[in-house]
């Protein structure tokens, strides 16, 4: 059962009130007896731990493993393009440099 906030329109008194949801809302103040207006709560919060709550959790196993196979293949090349020896110039560059050396003209 919810508990509900109200405020006296007369003296401003607030206070809350254990009811239940299909209880009619109070109407007189407790101290005074004066007209009241049960409030707008922000509710309890949730908190949800543990597996099962998300939708992920519940993804096809299809899912699971071409999701698994594409974080392999990231791995696998960023690994080879960080362990490569590429000095920026590919064979023909250096071919064509040793050539021009020899020309001193």
Do not use: W
């Not at 209880?23 to 731990?49: D, H, N, Q, Y």
């Not at 099962?52 to 699971?64: A, C, I, L, P, V």
């Amino acid at each position: 059962m919810p508990t509900y906030e109200y405020e006296c329109l007369d003296n401003g008194h607030r206070f809350e009130e254990f009811q239940s949801m299909t209880e009619a809302p109070l109407t007189a103040c407790k101290i005074c007896g004066g007209e009241v207006r049960r409030l707008i709560g922000s509710g309890a919060g949730f908190l949800f731990k543990g597996s099962g709550f998300y939708q992920t959790d519940y993804r096809s196993e299809s899912y699971r493993k071409a999701e698994k196979a594409e974080q392999t293949a990231t791995t696998t090349t960023a690994k080879s393009s960080s362990t490569g020896k590429d000095s920026g110039s590919s064979a023909k560059d250096r071919a064509d440099s040793s050539e021009g050396k020899g020309s001193g003209t």
